[in-house]
């Protein structure tokens, strides 16, 4: 992740975000299957909106993201 910047006119930016998605009630609903089907299907979106999914992790009821992103990319 060393000098990853991007770089514009007039600034240099590299912003990550952690992002953690949990299950309603923490219910145990992921294989490893559906981790990897989860994992291709946050590839694509990331693709489509050019962010980049830097570490994709989970368990059976949560999934963690290290995602960087562009400054445009509003995350909220």
């Known amino acids: 992740m060393a ?4 770089r514009g006119r007039h600034c240099v930016t590299t912003l990550y975000a952690h992002l953690v998605f949990v299950t309603k009630y923490r219910d145990k609903l992921f294989d ?12 694509e979106v990331a693709r489509k909106m050019n962010f980049k999914v830097v570490e994709f992790n989970g ?3 949560h999934v963690h993201l290290l995602v960087e992103y562009p400054p445009k990319l509003s995350i909220y």
């Open 3 to 6: 000098n990853n910047f991007r």
């Open 32 to 43: 490893s299957e559906g981790l990897k089907t989860l994992e291709s299907a946050m590839n």
């Open 59 to 61: 368990e059976s009821d």
